[in-house]
């Protein structure tokens, strides 16, 4: 499996990878623990996200895992990557 | 309807939010003037295609607080859309929005437009060119019949005028003209609070793996409306195949626009409707009588309001209302991308955008006034469309009484 290859991402270089996206428009210098909704995550860019994550992380993220709190900020998100990747 | 050629002081091309505005206030001024609207209702995209907030009444600040960038017509508005609907501004992130129901705003348009002796409201009135003559304007009607007016007040949204002169406009390139969308209403009694929306975007995408729902169902978003037991769908659609073949003044390309939209508000609440127990016996229940257009023509006029401008919060002598709302970049049906001014500034709206460059007697208000592209990104919203509205009509009954 072509995922198999990918390493679950760390919340720095998922705000690039974000960006990279055209996801959200993240400053250079947002913090691993800021608010993600607060800047701008509707619920357009969640199902992009959605989209986008399993396009480059091979999971597939379910409409169980899009609570609040596992999209809140970068480092949350990570964790909710990382822990459908293992 | 044939007869006698109807003169009036000032004729009003399209009642939208602009031409509404510019209208009453013409007629206040003691203009005798006619508004003409192709639609059954004057509010244009805030009714006829359903947009549901007004943007850009408000000044941008940090402290809380909502307060009028532009009093006068907005302040009236603003105090009649609160009374109907029990809602007041409300803060997303940085920016000031007064929630507005397209049914009340129809019924509170009728009652302003009434409530003027010198005003004749025509709907279901299409325009199918005008004539420069020696002292103001022939309109030609498409029944056959004509009228004449002093002078001419271009609040079409589409700048027809200009299509008609042949000349005086821009139109941004296909690729990144602002994309349209198609609002529609729901009765449903979902709880759209954060997580009922979180839950309605992992369903959309799961009908969109499976491929039940169309690709464009990516751009749909769901509001609620204000009222109980009812929502606001939005699809923001591409425009065509890949963007490039966008064209919102070719009508195959509308009806496009017209059937993807409906095709995927149908689907998509089917779905959830047989998904979330809090969807359960949604149906669509509104449709609107057109799909949202955000940018088309543009009038060039003596002055072009830039994005540059609207960044560094410009002033200018002559200006004649303020910008707000921050460049809503929609080039993409991918949601919107906001810029804001540095420190938040207010960009002054001169006079001179009103004026088409060498054309007498005639005005330009609301989302086709002289701007560039970017600069469009914030004038268009309806709280500056009343504004720039509000100072067409002043200007053109200046004119028509001298
Ligand atoms: C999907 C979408 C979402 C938006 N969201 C917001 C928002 O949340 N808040 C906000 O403030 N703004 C929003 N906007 C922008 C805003 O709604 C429009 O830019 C604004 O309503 C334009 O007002 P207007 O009076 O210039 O033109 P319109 O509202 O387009 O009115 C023009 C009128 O002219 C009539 N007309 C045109 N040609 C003729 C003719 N030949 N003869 C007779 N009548 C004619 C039309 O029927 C129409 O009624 C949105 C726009 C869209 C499309």
New interface residues.
């Given amino acids: 499996m072509a995922s198999s290859k990918k390493l679950s991402p760390n919340p720095t270089e998922l705000i690039d990878w974000m960006n990279g996206e055209g996801l959200l428009e993240l400053d250079w210098d947002f913090p691993e623990d800021g608010d993600l909704f607060a800047a701008g995550l509707d619920s357009m860019a969640v199902m992009q996200l959605v989209v986008a994550v399993e396009d480059e992380y091979g999971v597939e993220l379910t409409p169980e895992d899009l609570t609040k709190e596992a999209l809140a900020t970068p480092t949350t998100l990570a964790a909710l990557i990382a822990g459908k990747m293992s | 309807m044939s007869g006698a050629v109807r003169r009036f002081d000032v004729a009003v091309i399209g009642g939208g939010s602009a031409g509404l505005a510019a209208s009453i206030t013409a007629a206040r001024q003691g203009a005798r003037t006619v508004l003409l609207e192709r639609q059954g209702s004057a509010g244009g995209m805030g009714t006829a295609a359903l947009v549901h907030s007004f943007c850009g009444l408000y000044l941008l600040r940090q402290e809380p607080g909502a307060v009028l960038a532009n009093p006068g017509f907005c302040g009236e508005i603003e105090r009649r859309m609160i009374e109907a609907t029990g809602m007041g501004p409300q803060r997303f992130?940085r920016v000031d929005v007064l929630p507005q129901h397209p049914v009340e705003f129809a019924r509170i348009a009728d009652g302003m437009l009434a409530a003027e002796s010198g005003l004749e409201t025509r709907f279901h009135t299409v325009v199918t060119g005008v004539e420069r003559e020696a002292d103001g304007w022939r309109i030609d009607l498409a029944d056959g019949g004509r009228m004449f007016c002093k002078a001419l007040v271009d609040a079409s949204g589409d700048a027809v005028v200009a299509g008609w002169l042949g000349g005086g406009f821009a139109v941004a390139p296909a690729a990144v003209l602002q994309r349209p969308a198609y609002v529609f209403g729901v009765r449903c009694g979902a709880v759209l609070d954060?997580?009922g929306?979180?839950?309605?975007?992992?369903?959309?995408?799961?009908g969109?793996?499976a491929g039940a729902l169309p690709s464009a169902a990516?751009?749909?978003?769901?509001r609620a409306s204000g009222r109980p037991g009812e929502v606001f769908g939005s699809v923001?659609l591409t425009g065509g195949v890949d963007g490039a073949e966008f064209d919102p003044l070719d009508p195959a390309c509308l009806t496009a626009l017209e059937t993807t939209g409906r095709r995927v508000a149908h689907e998509a609440v089917r779905h959830l409707a047989e998904r979330d127990p809090e969807w359960m016996g949604a149906y669509v229940s509104h449709w609107p009588a057109r799909a949202g257009i955000r940018e088309s023509r543009r009038w060039i006029g003596e002055h072009v309001l830039t994005g540059d401008e609207v960044t560094a919060g410009a002033t200018f002598e002559d200006q004649i209302a303020l910008a707000t709302w921050p460049m809503e970049m929609r080039e993409?049906a991918?949601?919107p991308?906001?810029r804001f001014p540095v420190d938040d500034r207010p960009c002054g709206i001169p006079l001179r955008c009103l004026k088409p460059a060498g054309l007498e007697r005639l005005w330009v208000a609301g989302r086709c006034i002289s701007t560039d592209h970017e600069a469009q990104a914030s004038t268009r919203v309806m709280g500056t469309c009343f504004a720039t509205g509000e100072a067409a009509g002043r200007e053109a009954a200046k004119v028509a009484d001298a």
Avoid: H, N, P
């Fill in positions: 992130g954060d997580a929306r979180l839950r309605v975007s992992g369903l959309l995408v799961e969109l793996r990516m751009g749909l978003s769901f923001d993409t991918r949601g991308k906001l």
